[in-house]
């Protein structure tokens, strides 16, 4: 079975402050894809990142990195140099793509306080 | 505008009374879903689609039905709601195609969130 955990429930960082979110991931398919969503206090969803199983490249997109480590099945996100806007509940998800099942994780709300 | 539409945005209604949360989406999706998020658990994936006729229970489909009689529209249907349905509900879409391709972004609704007393 497949499982996506993200074991911090809650962060609150000083604003220019890094902050790094863990997922680890459990998958028993060699051909995955692992995902990043950004829900604002808005509500919406927002998708960040897609990566699959056989790319672990990691990504700079601005003051955001992504960091896929297949030996730990981990795929943590950074943000560098927080600001207040980055406040949000992120949410790491997995799928296999021969199934349409995605599983997210539990969700990791993110305080960036000024 | 691209987009998938959810309505109502909020309900509140009680415990037994039938309701239809609509979805719809203007990209011409073949992929839809439905998810439930609650406080701690994340979101869950309740009914998906793959195509028109097309459906298959997701992790928490008890309570729930849902149809796809035509590719834009996925409404999911509460036919005896109970308290531990209250949520808040999203309806998703993207452009998959088929078994090898469930790794597209999802695009996804504003949400209802859904109250039953």
């Known amino acids: 079975a497949q499982k996506v955990t993200q074991a911090q429930t809650e962060i609150s960082v000083v604003e220019k402050e890094d902050v790094t979110l863990d997922c680890v991931y459990e998958t028993r398919d060699t051909t995955y894809y692992l995902f990043w969503y950004k829900q604002p206090p808005s509500g919406e969803l927002v998708f960040l990142i897609r990566?699959?199983?056989?790319?672990?490249q990691n990504e700079i997109s601005g003051r955001y990195s992504w960091n896929f480590q297949k030996s730990t099945s981990s795929f943590n996100f950074t943000i560098t140099a927080s600001q207040v806007v980055d406040s949000a509940v992120y949410f790491c998800?997995?799928?296999?793509?021969?199934?349409?099942?995605?599983?997210f994780g539990q969700g990791t709300t993110l305080q960036v306080k000024p | 505008e691209a987009q998938v539409t959810q309505n109502p945005r909020y309900l509140i209604t009680v415990t037994g009374k039938k309701l239809t949360v609509t979805c719809s989406q203007n990209?011409?999706?073949?992929?839809m879903s439905w998810y439930r998020q609650d406080p701690g658990l994340g979101l869950r994936q309740i009914y998906y689609s793959m195509n028109v006729e097309v459906t298959d229970k997701g992790d928490v489909p008890e309570g729930y039905k849902v149809s796809r009689k035509e590719k834009r529209n996925f409404p999911l249907i509460l036919e005896s709601p109970s308290p531990n349905q209250t949520s808040l509900y999203f309806c998703?879409?993207?452009?998959?195609?088929?078994?090898?391709?469930?790794?597209?972004?999802?695009?996804f609704g504003n949400g209802t969130r859904l109250t039953v007393t």
């Open positions: 998703a879409s993207s452009k998959a195609k088929g078994a090898g391709s469930y790794n597209s972004p999802l695009h």
């Open positions: 990209m011409n999706h073949e992929y």
């Open positions: 990566r699959n199983s056989f790319d672990e």
């Open positions: 998800a997995l799928t296999s793509s021969n199934t349409g099942k995605l599983i």
